[in-house]
């Protein structure tokens, strides 16, 4: 059976020293403590690796052997064990997140940005998926984490509140509700108002729609033609308005505005982790927590 690593620490710092006293003291043990443990250490090994006299202290071959060798085995024990508090702390492994391109923009950048950071042995791999598809990856296993806007339902799930953000409005720089600071909602509501298809995504789609049940008349929604209409002509021309949330202020194309609509509540952003989770889970939990706090996304 191998000496325990204490009794090795303890022999390479005897061996740099070749004294008991000066040992002793550089270790914070008692002089006798020392040589008591050396010599079960010698007892283990079958060997003496000490020659002791009452001026010195000799390392034997076996000794010196020892002290060449046992660093380089140390150090590499050591690399295991925080190898193993590491995967302990969900701080090492593979990471894959999904997230809604209406997320993109802010929060999951800051997100895996700070997981890398904190975390020199995670490697995170982030893609965007239709928003409906994401709860289901996470509870199936094909995805660890999700970043959504709405509470998007699914079974085999937990999700937890990461974001709130302020709701407004995509619109042309030259359109006239473009001059003021806030718009109303009664008045976006007279025009067309762009929305993502319902049968692609059903929660975003009536969470924006909602904003308007109220308005009267009775807003007119249109859907672009295919899912991901990277044109927005409509938009440009000045025709319709699309509800957004704030984080489309940072991202606006050119031509491109937001504007807040006034009253509105807040929409929201998940995180969506599996109902049984992993040191990795509770990891990305922790840290997305630490960050909605420390960039106030739960403010107001």
Request: aromatic share 4%.
């Amino acid at each position: 059976m191998a000496p325990d690593t204490v009794s090795l620490r303890y022999f390479l710092v005897l061996a740099e020293e070749l004294n008991f006293t000066r040992a002793a003291a550089r270790i914070g043990v008692a002089q006798p403590a020392l040589s008591a443990r050396m010599r079960r250490l010698e007892a283990e090994l079958g060997t003496a690796l000490l020659v002791r006299s009452t001026r010195s202290v000799v390392l034997t071959a076996a000794g010196a052997a020892l002290a060449e060798s046992a660093p380089p085995a140390l150090a590499a024990l050591d690399r295991a064990w925080d190898t193993a508090r590491s995967a302990a702390n969900g701080e090492l492994g593979t990471l894959r997140i999904g997230y809604s391109l209406s997320t993109g923009a802010g929060t999951t950048p800051a997100l895996v940005d700070r997981l890398v950071r904190g975390s020199g042995g995670l490697r995170v791999g982030a893609v965007p998926m239709a928003t409906p598809e994401i709860s289901p990856a996470v509870a199936d296993g094909r995805i660890d984490a999700g970043i959504t806007r709405g509470e998007q339902p699914g079974p085999g799930v937990s999700r937890f509140l990461l974001r709130r953000a302020r709701v407004g409005v995509q619109l042309a720089e030259h359109h006239p509700l473009a001059a003021h600071p806030e718009i109303e909602i009664a008045d976006a509501a007279a025009y067309p108002l762009r929305l993502p298809d319902r049968a692609a995504n059903p929660v975003v789609h009536d969470q924006l729609s909602a904003l308007f049940r109220d308005a009267r008349p009775h807003p007119r929604f249109r859907t672009p033609a295919v899912s991901f209409d990277l044109s927005q002509r409509d938009l440009r021309d000045g025709v319709t308005l699309a509800p957004a949330g704030e984080a489309s202020a940072a991202v606006q194309p050119a031509g491109l505005t937001w504007r807040p609509l006034r009253g509105a509540p807040a929409l929201t952003i998940h995180l969506v982790l599996p109902r049984e989770q992993s040191p990795l889970h509770r990891r990305v939990r922790a840290v997305a927590g630490a960050l909605a706090h420390e960039l106030h996304w739960l403010a107001g």
